[in-house]
Each structure stands twice: as C-alpha cells, then as structure tokens.
T-cell receptor, first 115, second 108 residues
C-alpha cells in the first residue's frame, strides 16, 4: 500500500515568506509526528498528533511554527516569516496505534531552503 | 552530552565484512529503534526492540537494557548496505530521541 507522502519534496523560498508543508500519513494511522533534520544530524522532534489532537508541540522552535491535523488524517506544518535558520529537511512519520514506542513510518521529507 | 550516542560516526568496510554499529543511551526507554537513511534521504525503520535480539535477513539487532546499549550487526556486507544508520529511543511517551547516525560505506 501507499506509504507516507509529503509535499512539496523541495521548497525554496525567500526570507520572510510563509510556507506550508503537507503530510499525508498511511491510511488509518492514528499517530502523526513532525521532525526536523539538519544536515549531518539526526532528526529532532517538533510535534505530535493523536488523531486530530495536537498532544505535544514542545519541539516547535518558536511561535512562527504551527501545525494542524483537522480531520485526523492529513497534516500541515506552517512556518511563518521564514528565516534562513529554518532551512532543513522536514520529515513526517505516522504510526498505526497510539504512542509508547510504536514503529514509525517515515515520509520522504520536504527539503526547505530559505534564501 | 547527547541522550543517544552512536559509534562510530563513519565506517568504511569491504564487501563481505561483518559490521557492528553501537548505540548507547542515558535515559530510561520503552523501545529502541534502528533506522536506515538512504542516500536519497528516505528513512526506513529496520528494527524496534525492547529486549533481547531481533534478526531480519543479514541484519541483527541486540539490546542490553541493564547496560543501556544496543548494537546493529550486518553480516556479509554489500555495497547496497551503504547508508546512514540511525539509533533512536522512545521513553514513556511517544517522542523519539535520535542519535546523529553512522555513515556506512561498503566498497566492492
């Protein structure tokens, strides 16, 4: 079946612009996670959804970052007034059940470049 | 100090060699994950384990909870095994904490 998909795969934007990154999880997966990965580093947690509820947003760097999953399926990560330091790979993952160590299935990521 | 430490950071091997990548962690966990990141950037989950040992094909993962240590072994390595291997842990909540990864290059 289809895996986790993300769009766009690549996004180049100018500093100050808003961007919206989309994640389409595996159908039926309850949990959805957003991570950010800098070059040469492992991913870092941003936020987590259980169905449509955002259970944890403690990893979001500041209030320019927000995420939603209004119908418990597709999720959007929005970055307002982008800055160069926001450049990174943004990854989405989903898992079939609740939290506590479920295997996570990762999307291909969106490579964001802020000029 | 990172909560998850991997070693080595870089590893170069000849085809056919037995490979070991190590992961140490400093927090209590409910599960440890080994992930493979392909050169194109995609991440694939290899193993999730909370005790003992798991095997899938040429890959073997072990974990020692008391020592807070896990190893990923690759037997009869092949150039297509070249990738970044990432160790991650999950605790009593859902968050994964990742190591920085080990870049493995297997030469023919």
């Amino acid at each position: 079946g289809a895996g986790v998909s993300q769009s766009p795969r690549y996004k180049v934007t100018k500093r100050g612009q808003d961007v919206a990154l989309r994640c389409d999880p595996i159908s039926g997966h309850v949990s959805l996670y957003w991570y950010r990965q800098a070059l040469g580093q492992g991913p870092e947690f941003l936020t987590y959804f259980n169905y449509e509820a955002q259970q944890d947003k403690s990893g979001l760097p500041n209030d320019r970052f927000s995420a939603e999953r209004p119908e418990g399926s597709i999720s959007t990560l929005t970055i307002q007034r982008t800055e160069q330091r926001d450049s990174a790979m943004y990854r989405c993952a989903s898992s079939p059940m609740g939290p506590r160590g479920d295997e996570q299935f990762f999307g291909p990521g969106t490579r964001l470049t802020v000029l | 100090k990172n909560e998850v430490e991997q070693s080595p950071q870089n590893l170069t091997a000849q085809e056919g060699e037995f490979i070991t990548i190590n992961c140490s962690y400093s927090v209590g966990i409910s599960a440890l994950h080994w992930l493979q990141q392909h050169p194109g950037g995609g991440i694939v989950s290899l193993f999730m384990l909370s005790s003992g040992k798991k095997k899938h094909g040429r890959l073997i993962a072990t974990i020692n909870i008391q020592e807070k240590h896990s190893s990923l072994h690759i037997t009869a390595s092949h150039p297509r095994d070249s990738a970044v291997y990432i160790c991650a842990v999950s605790g009593s909540n859902y968050k994964l904490t990742f190591g920085k990864g080990t870049l493995l290059t297997v030469n023919p």
